[in-house]
């Protein structure tokens, strides 16, 4: 089994993020959905389990046409719906992906995620065990400044160009991440704050996937897609931070609900926008 941790800085605080990512995943959730695929939301309710509470989620992802190439070989038509189970006990939630009707235990994904106010400088903030946090590999992704395919670049989802509403947010230069470290540590002798917030979400994946002779093409593949979704997700939610910056979680929940409604509709009727995304 593969594991990678991936850490994620962004100009927004903890508490922004709380916001900002569910406002996103609602947004690009529509982008995904039409023509009978796309995704559908079985459950989004409250939870509460020895005694932490949060927002639980159960999605299906419609995704026959989506194959890559080399799994549309080996995997019959129509056997592919990925189920995803999320337990929000922000700032920690964790993500399982599997796909019960075909894979069953023989694939299973799973994202641990921890929102910190810092840099991600954190060695071990998933509490790893000694021979785990041994064969862990740490890649840290930059939204300003990491490589994005030609095909997944827009203009109006880039940093270095994006100009939020608010002053002092953007746009993103390069460099903006140890501008920010020298910009904080001056500050904090004068005054203790920083004039951008930041953060790290730190991302534990790991790929299980136990099918002979494709258990390391499909995980690595798989940790390779995640790099890219999480690339491409957080820029998008720097990006779209003018819709989402201000809106309260009794707004998320309203703009969820609906989401769902919409979601449904469109699966009915309506055709394909775009590829999947995640948080």
Known sequence: MIIKEFRILLPISVEEYQV?????????????????????????EAYEENGVSGQYTHKVYHLA?????????VLPKGSLEIHENAWNAYPYC???????????????????SWHK???????????LPPDLLKNRDVIKIDIADDLIKRADYKEDQDPTLFKP?????????????????????????????????????YKLVRCNFKWFGLQNIVENF???QERRIFTNFNRQ??????NWLGLTMEDIRRIEEQ?????????????????MSDE
């Open 222 to 224: 798989v940790h390779k």
């Open 165 to 201: 509403n608010v002053q002092g947010r953007g746009p993103l230069t390069k460099d903006w991440i140890k501008q920010l470290k020298s910009q904080e540590h001056g500050q904090q002798k004068a005054d203790g704050r920083c004039k951008m917030p930041h953060m790290c979400a």
């Open 259 to 275: 989401t769902q409604k919409d979601l449904k509709e469109m699966r009915a009727e309506g055709c394909i926008r775009g590829t």
């Open 117 to 127: 106010p810092d840099f991600g400088e954190e060695e071990n903030v998933h509490n």
């Open 20 to 44: 900002g990512q569910l406002w996103s995943v609602a947004e690009a959730s529509k982008n995904e959905t039409g023509g009978g695929e796309g995704i559908e939301v079985l459950k989004n």
């Open 94 to 112: 964790k993500t399982v992906v599997t796909n019960p009707g075909y894979m069953k235990e023989g694939f299973e994904l799973s994202i641990e």
């Open 237 to 242: 939610v720097y990006c779209w931070m003018d």
């Open 65 to 73: 046409s989506r194959l890559p190439s080399f799994l549309s070989k």
